[in-house]
């Protein structure tokens, strides 16, 4: 076993992943773990950056793989007995041409229940100290916006939990195979939707760290902001580096920090939820 301190990135192998990935490699103490579910494209990225004089270490993890996910846990605490730092990157978005019922259903199957899966598997592996934190958006304030007063209130409520929330999350994928969602106070946005998610399940976690007194354990959400990279597209306005500020800044929290805690972060600042 390492005494080294580890940290971890899904969907490491390009974007901002890529570049939280080369970030980390240059100011975390310890390895970090470039993750990807094509092994191709992984390697391909490590190699890139070696070939910028940084170490990186990299693991195959599908987050739409349950036992993808648990082996990775297994590897973590055979060789570190756990994990420091947690990036909870990985995500896709839809083309708008694709039908809204196939962009709610793959949206929310990858963005929201695997990013839980992910948190429920390898959260309880985090060790005393550690930092978890999870990429969603600024579309997720514009599409809270845009939902009913009443789900408004309950993705904003301090008591929802975690089955409630994925309750609402696959209500949401319900309607939006039977073309109701707007009809049942939910806005025209599958990403939005699944960054909803995100968010407020960051909230839950971090609550729930607090019932169990691992207020030790910093857990976030945060916005990289408008990037430019296959998701983002070419009119965006940062650079996958900018883009990585953020969620960099979260991940390396000092020592003895009690805050971010549960909190939505852009620009290094904390959001109104």
């Known amino acids: ?19 939280i990935v080369r970030a980390l490699s240059s100011k975390f103490n310890g390895d970090v773990y470039l993750t990807a579910r094509n092994d191709e494209r992984g390697q391909s990225a490590v190699k890139l950056i070696e070939g910028e004089g940084l ?11 349950v036992e993808s996910i648990k082996k990775l846990s297994s590897i973590m605490m055979q060789q570190y007995n756990g994990i420091d730092v947690l990036i909870n990157n990985a995500g896709i978005l839809f083309n708008d041409n694709a039908p809204f019922s196939v962009q709610a259903s793959g949206t929310l199957k990858t963005n929201y229940f695997s990013t839980l899966n992910v948190l429920n598997i390898l959260l309880p592996i985090i060790k005393p100290g550690g930092r978890v934190v999870n990429i969603s958006s600024q579309l997720s304030v514009s599409a809270l916006r845009q939902c009913s007063p009443d789900l408004r209130k309950q993705f904003r409520s301090n008591e929802i939990t975690e089955e409630e929330l994925s309750s609402y999350m696959n209500a949401f994928v319900e309607f939006a195979q039977q073309g109701t969602h707007r009809e049942h106070g939910y806005p025209e946005t599958a990403y ?10 960051t909230k839950i976690q971090a609550r729930l760290l607090r019932q169990q007194g691992k207020n030790n354990i910093l857990v976030n959400s945060c916005c990289p902001g408008w990037v430019k990279t296959d998701m983002g597209g ?10 990585a500020e953020t969620p960099v800044y979260l991940a390396l929290l000092p020592d003895g920090a009690k ?4 909190e939505f972060v852009y ?3 904390v959001q109104v939820w």
């Open 259 to 262: 805050e971010p805690h549960g």
């Open 234 to 243: 070419p009119r965006a306005g940062r650079t996958p580096q900018q883009g």
């Open 267 to 269: 620009d290094k600042k």
């Open 55 to 65: 170490k990186v270490k990299y693991h195959q993890l599908d987050i739409d793989n």
């Open 192 to 201: 939005g939707v699944s960054k909803i998610g995100v968010t407020v399940l």
């Open 1 to 19: 076993m390492s005494a080294s301190k580890v940290a971890v990135v899904t969907g490491g192998n390009k974007g901002i992943g890529l570049a």
